[in-house]
């Protein structure tokens, strides 16, 4: 919250109300012409600052100079700090000593911390002297258990750090930082505190490692600033091998909060480390984030192709470990997108033997959610459930948050497809709660564009279209292009059911365009039938439709049930037109062209 200045009327209240406070005589005088003329001498060298102001009625009050002196002869510290300082500088040494040393703990301060990094004192006389400082409104209690003292102002916090020479910050920051590493055990260790005192320490050994075990904990619990921030601070420091972890956990973060540019310049960076260092698990790794970078992209067979050459240094070296994570990114991904579906599901099998051989539920769970998303775009729905669920199952017994958020998407969908609406609901809104507070912002488009289906579905037009604006404002921040097609497809299914079939069509050659650059079959079949449904020429809307099967035939895949119902929709319409024999005839042509020329037509016929 922040406040602006003061107006004079309130400044002079103010105050009037501290004097009363502090027991000063002149508040006893408030026509007197000499107590307004200095109020007003107080008000005008705070200048509204509401702190300032009272930090220098406290000053006055403490050197009695309210009373003694007149306006003219007031002797009004030039600034905040100076007067800060200058309330610093009239405690005795060791009390001062006391409130320099604990600025370099914080704002908020345990008095055995405090008594650790103080030579030859004891905490009771510690305790003591910060009554005093208490007393002059310089410190305040701030718990009991353990004993705790804050600062009584921001400000007052930072005057007094920066009072201390750069030398002896080092110093104290040193100690601190070994006192608060003794005092807990290696699984309690505050990671982010001693990550901020070894990094402003003379120990450079422990603060290379406390930044890189506080950036591998925070990217751990989803606090992605937090990473970027410690792996940022800790890259100049480090080389070899930790450079080479570092950028990979640069990427990787910057990754799943949509930094792309940024995240292929750590990982590429990473890549070209390990190959010059020799380091083949480093560079299979830098393989795989690449290609997990451009599959969130949309970039398919980009994608595709780095995970291949990583499967390959894999298999070359042995590593099975990383050799699974790629399985489940080629097979669970790249080529599940690319409808190459068979090879997919070999994959992720080969993924979940190797999983469940070194009982690695992660993994498992993943590959049998990879699993499920191959079944269900086969139409196996059952099958697809039950994968589903057991992945679920395992993925709550470990704790995998954005696992159980995708797990829960997923049977949302099952849910929503068997017309179950309620448990769709329910489950959409589960997994978006969850995916909202790691910051998936990948995933909370997915599921937003979920919801936007569910309003569609009850005819409430208006709030389907806005949550598809914003599925697909995201999708475009990210430069999913994958994302972009659902969303516009989505949305030129609103405007068609509202007869808007001009807008609808706009959008269905957009999505089109978007799904052809990627190489996903699947949507630009979407988008095509979409097509027809809103062309009013039969043979253009035949020609169209036939696509979509042939495209769908292809894939080897079913269509969801509501874009399923628009084909039998459009295929009557045209076959009553051009006759059940006309609409052979246009299959078989259909058979004869490519991916490419079937879009081409689609989005700029």
Known sequence: LLLGPLRQHEAEVLVWERLRACGATVAASPSDPTVIDVIASLVERSEGNPFYLDELVTDLVDRGGLDSTAPA????????HSLILGRLYRLDEEQQADLKVASVIGRSFRTGWLTACLDGREEHEVVADLEVTSAAQLTVLDVREPLSYRFSHTITHEVTYQSLPFDLKRSLHTRLARHVESVFDDAERPLGLLAFHYDLSEDEEKRREYLWLAGRAAQHDFAHDAAIDYYTRLLPLVEGERRLDTYLGLGEVRTFTGDYTDAEENLRAALTLALQLGLLKGAATSQRLLGELLERTGDHAGAKEWLEGCVATCRGIGDTTELVLTLLALGGNALWHLGEYDEARKLLGEALELAQAANDGRSTARAMHGLGNIALYRGETDAARVLYEQSLGIRRSIGDELGVANSLNNLGIIAANGGDAVRAEDLFRQSLATRRRLGDVAGVAVVINNLGYMAAERGEHDQARRLFHQSLDL???????????????????????????????????????????????????????????????????????????????????????????????????????????????????????????????????
């Not at 099967?549 to 009553?576: F, H, I, K, P, T």
């Open 73 to 80: 002869d007031l002797e009004l510290p030039d600034t905040l």
């Open 475 to 605: 999708r475009r921040q990210l430069g999913n292009r994958l994302g972009m097609a659902v969303s516009l497809n989505n949305l030129g299914d609103v405007a068609r059911r509202e007869s808007d079939l001009a807008q609808a069509m706009d959008l269905y050659r957009q999505s089109l365009k978007l799904a052809h650059e990627i190489g996903n079959r699947r949507e630009a079949a979407s988008a095509l039938i979409g097509l027809a449904a809103v062309t009013h020429d039969p043979q253009r809307a035949a020609r169209l439709a036939t696509y979509a099967e042939s495209l769908m035939g292809y894939l080897g895949a079913a269509l969801d049930q509501d874009v399923r119902e628009l084909l039998a929709e459009v295929v009557n319409r045209v076959e009553a037109a051009l006759g059940g024999e006309g609409l052979v005839a246009l299959r078989k042509a259909a058979e004869e062209l490519t991916f490419e020329q079937m879009a081409r037509e689609g989005y700029e016929g």
